[in-house]
């Protein structure tokens, strides 16, 4: 049979046209995607910015549905499951993008932060652990270990805490000296619980070697001498707080005071207190002074004129009902009432307050149980800042 060349000729233009239209098809299907995908992502943005989120979600999802492969849009998507307390849809999103294969190590580091995170604000401290373990030697390396050491807070792990707080100081991001001494004051006191004093002096030593301007490791250690008798090193070591940390000394004005009796020092004491509170008047110190001259013996009615001179240049509501109170009253019967009329109208004044987040404490706090940020409880009682 002879082949006729002559359907070759016809059979070609038929093709030509066939492959043109195709892919115009192909390319006009790709066009009405691209189009409809940058509309949602845009839709999304708006409602974003309008603090629309379940919109922003639903249309974040139209356009990762339409173009699957952008992770910018998947990390978009998991950043608004995650604010919104949708930790488990947040983990699912940035799981797929970790198995995906053809994602560059940039994006993987990425996604595996975004995972961790997910996993912290979830409060699956172990998990976000090993996520964020997995990111040593990468960009996020140290936003990974402050993580880490917030994570290691929360739990009360302070070994390990104070591991990457040191390995942060090492890596130069930032002063961490103040939090191992806290850290190691921690350990101490969980030494003290198991009656362990030894190990618990030790470190308390050890913190004041290592930041010897913090107070709080010279406090701890002064109540651990001072219960077990020795009234004059506790002394010593407090009245070393007078040099490197003199703003503190409200907090321990009420402790020396009763180591100065314990330890027959009291005059001496007395002076010092007396020194610093000339420099800088507090409710505290006004207080450790009147108990001081009570114990020597001086009148009632002198010790009480420290309250008097204190109101003299400062107008403290605290130092008139201590005022008040100290005083018998020629009516004995109207006082009580009076007194309690105060101390309810004091109450609030000689609270402590966080300088980062104001939570209101009776006690002073090293660690903010509100926004558990270290030292920013200000030595000074509410009415005084």
Same mark, same amino acid.
């Given at each position: 049979m002879d082949f006729d060349i002559s359907w070759l000729l016809l059979s070609l233009p038929v093709a030509f046209v066939l492959g043109w239209a195709a892919s115009r098809f192909d390319?006009?299907?790709?066009?009405?995607?691209?189009?409809r995908a940058p509309k949602a992502y845009f839709r999304g943005l708006n409602f974003l910015l309008n603090e629309q989120q379940d919109e922003a979600i639903d249309a974040f999802i139209e356009a990762v549905q339409n173009d699957p492969d952008t992770s910018e849009l998947h990390f978009a998507l998991g950043n608004l499951f995650r604010r919104r307390g949708e930790y488990e849809r947040a983990v699912r999103v940035h799981q797929h993008l970790l198995s995906r294969g053809d994602l560059s190590s940039t994006d993987r580091h990425r996604a595996q932060h975004a995972l961790a995170l997910d996993y912290l604000r979830a409060g699956l401290?172990?998990?976000?652990e090993e996520a964020l373990l997995k990111l040593d030697g990468t960009p996020f390396e140290s936003e990974a270990r402050l993580a880490l050491l917030a994570n290691y807070e929360r739990s009360r792990d302070w070994v390990h805490a104070a591991d990457v707080a040191q390995r942060l100081e090492n890596a130069e991001h930032g002063s961490f000296v103040g939090r191992l001494a806290h850290y190691l004051c921690e350990q101490s006191a969980a030494h003290l619980a198991a009656h362990e004093p030894?190990?618990?002096?030790?470190?308390?030593?050890?913190?004041?070697?290592?930041?010897?301007?913090? /107070?709080?490791p010279r406090i701890e250690l002064a109540k651990l001498l001072g219960q077990r008798g020795e009234a004059a090193q506790a002394l010593a070591t407090l009245e070393a707080i007078h040099d490197v940390a003199p703003a503190a000394v409200p907090l321990i004005a009420a402790h020396l005071a009763q180591l100065?009796?314990?330890s027959g020092q009291t005059e001496h004491v007395l002076e010092r207190i007396k020194a610093h509170y000339a420099e800088a008047p507090?409710?505290?110190?006004?207080?450790?002074?009147v108990t001081l001259e009570t114990h020597l013996g001086i009148p009632p009615a002198q010790t009480r004129q420290w309250y008097l001179r204190h109101l003299e240049n400062e107008p403290s509501l605290v130092a008139a009902s201590r005022w008040i109170a100290s005083?018998?009253?020629?009516d004995p019967s109207t006082q009580p009432m009076v007194q309690r009329a105060l101390?309810?109208?004091?109450? /609030?004044?000689?609270?402590?307050r966080c300088a980062a987040c104001g939570f209101e404490a009776k006690q002073h706090f090293w660690q903010c149980p509100g926004c558990q940020a270290w030292d920013s409880y200000p030595a000074r009682r509410v009415e005084e800042l």
């Open positions: 390319l006009r299907q790709l066009r009405l995607e691209n189009r401290l172990d998990r976000a030894e190990a618990a002096q030790k470190l308390l030593e050890q913190a004041i070697a290592n930041a010897p301007n913090a /107070p709080r100065g009796i314990a507090c409710i505290d110190c006004l207080e450790a002074i005083d018998s009253g020629e101390d309810h109208a004091v109450k /609030p004044l000689t609270r402590y």
